[in-house]
């Protein structure tokens, strides 16, 4: 349970705070009135707390007489001969919720030539992990994907010049700035941008978690103040549901007229925090509002906002996730939205998120809800590719060896790219996608997999033409459940010496996760250096984030550091 109680403290607990107060010893402030307890185990420490308190008392208090409860102070309590140790309460435990990732292997292209994945264009584990490093907190190397910290940025590669073909394909090849003797390959996709005031009509039911977890400023208070801001976007022609969900689910708004914004921030103002989590019961009542306004030319679209922790009801992420993807082939897609700390589970936000063809993002501010859902408002509502697929063919005649940067859990088998029926990431309006592989040439010293005894590598009409790879990217038109294919060759006549800005700062957004998940992927690249390659390819900065990425990577390396200097005071 999640209901905040209020537990009166028994007088053996008050006794012994006066009496550590006339012993002068300092003591952590109490309100003596009632103990702030959540959940059912923080009650029972608490409850703990008040019986270790009153065993400290030799004797025991005998029962007050009726007289004493009307004078109380500390003239009443003898003072213990020896001082009583000081009793701190317990700090809330921290159960936020990470799937465990393993990095990408190294592979020998003459034994694995083939590499295929899912694009994603989630940012949630980018912005969560600012959250923490703006607390001064060093994130668990789980919460760091390498691929939502490169879909942060901006790498302004080139768009689309109609929409016949709904996005545009760009690679670039340079030297590995963590190793001269290897190279970097960048795949970049922009998606055609479409003009608000052209988007198709919006079908939006807000499913927002009013549990009793999501009572404090950074969930349920912003969760308010982010869908605030992008009422005023919406239009006549879109419909707005809105859904709770605590001990139960709850319908808030029904489908309105999207001018109405009016009764729509009328109904997010009466929110209010309490009760359990039956996130189950929102998610199905949700779906029933979005199928009851549903628009066929539409977007059609849940909006889900929570700390993801769910306790009542369905709580099995494998039934849910069943849940989502089965309303997913009805034509309506789940967003997730992760706010707060302390619980939240990003495991489930991310992955129902995947499953239900939506993105996901991580809130921590109102600078970065306005983003999220005011400027990039069309690839967040409107989805202009669908199951987008990436498979790269890697010529082991040149190639030795390549590496996925991130993606980990979007790796698919290689039958999967032709199949049709198999589950992809989707690319909304103007979005961006940039993924990266790290190559190791044929013949290079820096090759760390050694080849296998038996194998041969033939000559091939490709390495006589230079190619050194070959991409095909498979994907779905709205609508349309058959897929098309792109497919564009990798030259070796690519490779350039001077690495364009958008690759360097890529470099070095990929240097940072790889140093917060431990730094052992990139040949010892350090702080120093990676912080260097970052303000060489700082550019034109508009919104003043690649700045604000310098600034959390200097605050990263003194976590760091400080971690390592007492893991060092604690050998020595």
């Known amino acids: 349970m999640k209901r905040t109680r209020s537990t009166r403290m ?138 939502e910290f490169l879909n942060y940025f901006d790498y302004r590669h080139p768009a689309p010049a109609s929409r016949e073909v709904p996005f545009r394909v760009t690679t670039e090849l340079a030297s590995a700035p963590w190793n001269q003797q290897r ?29 009793g977890s999501m009572n404090s400023p950074d969930k349920l208070p912003l969760v308010k103040e982010s869908l605030r801001q992008l009422v005023p976007q919406l239009r006549a022609q879109d419909r707005v549901s809105m859904v709770v969900y605590a001990g139960s689910a709850g319908l808030v708004l029904p489908p309105t007229p999207g001018d109405r914004h009016g009764e729509i921030l009328a109904a997010l103002d009466r929110l209010e925090a309490g009760g359990s989590t039956n996130g189950g019961d929102g998610i199905r009542l949700a779906y029933a509002m979005a199928k009851q306004a549903f628009m066929r030319d539409g977007v059609n679209r849940v909006i889900l906002a929570t700390d993801g922790d769910f306790n009542v009801g369905t709580v099995d992420q494998n039934a849910l996730e069943t849940l989502v993807a089965d ?31 939506g993105n996901h993002a991580y809130i921590d501010s109102l600078l970065e809800a306005r983003k999220v859902l005011v400027q990039q408002m069309g690839g967040t509502l409107m989805t202009i590719a669908r199951d987008v697929k990436i498979q790269v063919e890697f010529n082991p ?68 033409q230079g190619e050194i790879a070959h991409l095909r990217l498979r994907y779905k038109r709205p609508g349309e459940d058959r897929s098309q294919l792109i497919e564009t060759p990798v030259q070796a006549s690519q490779l350039t010496a001077k690495p364009s800005e958008s690759l360097r700062f890529a470099s070095a957004v990929a240097g940072f996760a790889d140093t917060l998940r431990g730094g052992a992927r990139m040949d010892g690249w350090g702080w120093d250096a990676i912080l260097q390659t970052a303000r060489g390819a700082q550019g034109q900065d508009p919104n003043g984030e690649r700045a604000e990425f310098i600034r959390l990577m200097q605050a990263a390396r003194s976590l760091t550091q400080a971690d390592s200097d007492t893991r060092i005071g604690v050998q020595e």
């Not at 998606?191 to 927002?208: K, Q, S």
């Not at 990431?425 to 979005?431: K, L, P, R, V, Y």
């Open 397 to 464: 005649a040149l190639v030795a060896e390549y590496r996925l940067i991130g993606y980990e859990n979007r790796v698919l088998q290689r039958e999967d790219f032709a199949n049709d029926r198999v589950d992809a990431g989707d690319i909304g309006a103007g979005h961006q996608v940039t993924a990266l592989y790290e190559i190791t040439p044929a013949g290079s010293a820096a090759q760390r997999v050694a080849p296998l005894r038996y194998a041969t590598v033939p000559a091939t009409q490709a390495a006589a």
């Open 10 to 147: 028994p007088l053996a607990s008050l006794l012994m705070l006066a009496v550590l107060a006339a012993c002068g010893t300092q003591t952590t402030a109490v309100k003596l009135e009632s103990i702030e307890t959540t959940g059912a185990r923080q009650q029972e420490l608490a409850e703990e707390h008040s019986l270790a308190q009153a065993r400290m008392l030799a004797p025991p208090p005998p029962p007050p007489p009726a007289e004493a409860s009307q004078a109380f102070d500390s003239a009443a309590v003898k003072v213990l001969a020896s001082p009583s140790p000081v009793m701190y309460a317990p700090a809330p435990a921290n159960t936020e919720k990470y799937a465990q990732r393993v990095d990408n292997p190294v592979q020998r292209a003459a034994e694995q030539p083939i590499s295929t994945f899912s694009i994603d264009v989630d940012t949630g584990s980018y912005t969560n992990v600012r959250r923490m490093l703006n607390d001064g907190v060093r994130p668990p190397a789980d919460a760091v994907r390498a691929e």
């Open 183 to 211: 190279q970097l390959l960048m795949i970049g996709i922009r998606g055609y941008d479409v003009p608000r005031a052209t988007l198709a009509p919006a079908n939006l039911v807000f499913l927002i978690d009013t549990s």
């Open 327 to 357: 309303q997913r082939k009805t034509g309506i897609a789940l967003t997730t939205l992760g706010f707060g700390t302390g619980n939240y589970n990003d495991h489930l936000a991310e992955r129902l998120a995947d499953v239900g063809d």
